[in-house]
C-alpha cells in the first residue's frame, strides 16, 4: 500500500498500474463500461478525468486540510467534498469554454458527466486516507488519472473489436464486456509484487 | 442522469396507491439496478468478496436509497429546479455520512474491510439516478416503495454475487464451510478478475432467461 516515505516515482506506478483504479480497486465502473463503446468518446473521457482529477484533488486536499481539520469538521468530509468537486467542475465548463474554445469542443460534453464519477471523490479521499502530502498527493492523483486513461483506451480499443466478433446471444453486449473487463484485470493483476508494491 | 428540465406529473399523485405494489416489485427483477440499468456497478464488484461484506454493504445502501429517496420527495416542491442537484447530493451525503460514522462505531470490522465504498455510496449512481428520475417526481410513499423495492434488488445480487465468489473461492459462504475441506479453492475468484468473471456470467443469465418473457 501507499505511505508518505514512498518515492514519488513509486507513488505514480502503484497509482497507474499496480492499484489501476478502474481493473483493480473496481472505482468509475460506470463510465468504464458506459462509454468505452467507440475509442473517441474514451480518448475524450479520459483527457477530461485527468484534468479535473488534478485539480479536484489540490482543493479538497487544502479544503481538508485548511479548514476542516483547523476546525475539527472532520465529520464534513464527505458532504463537503462531494460540493466542491460539484462546483469546481462547473467553474472549470465555464472557464474552460470562455478561455480555450477548442479545448472545450474536444471535451466539452464529458465535463459535466465528471461529477458523478466517481473516481474523482475516490482519488480526493484516497489521498487524505494515506495522509499524503501535497505534492505526494498529486504525483499519486496523476498516477490514478492516467491509469484511467490507459484501461480505458485499450478496453475501449477490444471493445471495438468484439463488437464484431461472433458471440452467443445472451452473452453479447454487457456481458462479453465484462469477460474481456476479467481478463484485461488478471493481466493487471500481473504486476502485484512488482518493486515490492 | 438527465438535466433537461420536465415538470413533475400532477397526475401521478392520484395513481400511486394502485401502483405501490408495482413500484415495489420492479426493482427486483424487471429494472434490476445492477442488471439491467447497469447502475452502482463499483460497490458491487469491490465489496462482493465474501456475502457478509456484502450483506454489510446491501444493508447500507439500503438504508441511504430509501432515506433520501423519502426526503428528496418531501423537499420536491420546496426545491427550485436549478439547484435541485446540489440540493439531492447534500440531501444523499448526510444520510451516508450517518452510515460511515455507525459503521465505524457499532462495525468496524466490516467498516475496514468495505474501506472508501461507505463514503463512496455519496455518487452510487443508483441513489443519484432515482433521486432525479423518480423521488422528485413521485409522492413519499411511491419513493418508499420505490428505495424499498431497489434496495432488495441491488442487496439481493450484490448478496447473491458475494456468496458466489466465496463458495468458490473460500469454499464458504457467510463463513460457514459449504464444500467439503478438501476442496482446493480457486483463488482468482476472490481476486479482482473473478468479480467481473462472475457478474458477466450472471449478466448473461439473466439476459437468457429473463428477458425472454418481455420483461423489457
Redesign the interface.
Known amino acids: 500500500m501507499i505511505s508518505q516515505d514512498m518515492g514519488l516515482f513509486l507513488i505514480f506506478l502503484s497509482a497507474m498500474i499496480v492499484n489501476n483504479i478502474l481493473?483493480?480497486?473496481?472505482?468509475?465502473?460506470?463510465s468504464f463500461?458506459?462509454i468505452s463503446n467507440s475509442m473517441q468518446t474514451s480518448v475524450g473521457m479520459g483527457f477530461a478525468v485527468v484534468f479535473v482529477m488534478i485539480m479536484a484533488t489540490t482543493i479538497s486536499w487544502l479544503v481538508y486540510h485548511y479548514l476542516l481539520v483547523p476546525f475539527d469538521l472532520l465529520?464534513?468530509?464527505?458532504?463537503s467534498f462531494?460540493?466542491t468537486i460539484?462546483?469546481f467542475v462547473q467553474l472549470e465548463e465555464m472557464f474552460i469554454r470562455k478561455m480555450f474554445p477548442p479545448l472545450y469542443r474536444a471535451m466539452g460534453i464529458y465535463l459535466?458527466l465528471i461529477v458523478?464519477?466517481?473516481a474523482v471523490?475516490?482519488a480526493a479521499?484516497?489521498v487524505i486516507?494515506y495522509n499524503l502530502g501535497l505534492v505526494k498527493s498529486l504525483i499519486y492523483t496523476l498516477g490514478v488519472g492516467f491509469g484511467y486513461f490507459f484501461a480505458i483506451v485499450m478496453f475501449a480499443g477490444i471493445r471495438e473489436r468484439t463488437n464484431m466478433a461472433p458471440i452467443s446471444?445472451?452473452?453479447q453486449g454487457?456481458?462479453?464486456?465484462?469477460?474481456t473487463?476479467?481478463?484485461m484485470?488478471?493481466a493487471f493483476?500481473g504486476f502485484k509484487g512488482l518493486f515490492g508494491l | 442522469?438527465s438535466?433537461e428540465a420536465i415538470p413533475i406529473p400532477v397526475a401521478a399523485r392520484q395513481r400511486t396507491r394502485s401502483r405501490l405494489g408495482k413500484e415495489l416489485t420492479k426493482g427486483i427483477i424487471v429494472e434490476n439496478p445492477i442488471l439491467i440499468i447497469?447502475?452502482?456497478?463499483?460497490a458491487t464488484?469491490?465489496c462482493s468478496t465474501s456475502a457478509t461484506d456484502a450483506f454489510g454493504m446491501g444493508l447500507a445502501f439500503t438504508f441511504v436509497m430509501i432515506c433520501s429517496n423519502v426526503v428528496v420527495a418531501l423537499v420536491r416542491k420546496i426545491t427550485p429546479h436549478q439547484i435541485r442537484?446540489?440540493v439531492f447530493?447534500?440531501v444523499i451525503?448526510?444520510f451516508?455520512?450517518i452510515v460511515?460514522?455507525a459503521m465505524k462505531a457499532y462495525t468496524p470490522l466490516l467498516s475496514r474491510s468495505l474501506?472508501?465504498f461507505v463514503?463512496?455510496i455519496?455518487?452510487?449512481?443508483i441513489v443519484?439516478g432515482r433521486a432525479e428520475a423518480f423521488a422528485s417526481r413521485n409522492g413519499v410513499a411511491a419513493s418508499f416503495m420505490d428505495g424499498v423495492g431497489m434496495s432488495i434488488g441491488f442487496t439481493l445480487i450484490i448478496t447473491l454475487l458475494g456468496a458466489i465468489r466465496e463458495l468458490f473461492g473460500n469454499g464458504t459462504v457467510f463463513g460457514l464451510r459449504v464444500l467439503p475441506a478438501g476442496y482446493q479453492p480457486f483463488l482468482?475468484f476472490i481476486?479482482?478478475?473473478?468479480?467481473?468473471?462472475v457478474?458477466?456470467?450472471m449478466?448473461?443469465?439473466q439476459?437468457?432467461f429473463f428477458q425472454k418473457g418481455g420483461a423489457k
Request: contains cysteine; charged residues 10%.
Open positions: 481493473l483493480i480497486r473496481f472505482i468509475a465502473l460506470c463500461f458506459g465529520y464534513l468530509r464527505t458532504a462531494i460540493l460539484a462546483t459535466p458523478v464519477n466517481c471523490l475516490a479521499f484516497l486516507d446471444k445472451s452473452f454487457y456481458p462479453i464486456a465484462f469477460i473487463a476479467s481478463l484485470s488478471l493483476l | 442522469m438535466t447497469m447502475l452502482g456497478l463499483c464488484l469491490a442537484i446540489p447530493i447534500t451525503s448526510t451516508v455520512t460511515d460514522y474501506g472508501v463514503p463512496l455519496v455518487v452510487n449512481c443519484m482468482i481476486l479482482p478478475p473473478g468479480a467481473f468473471l457478474i458477466g456470467f449478466m448473461a443469465a439476459k437468457k
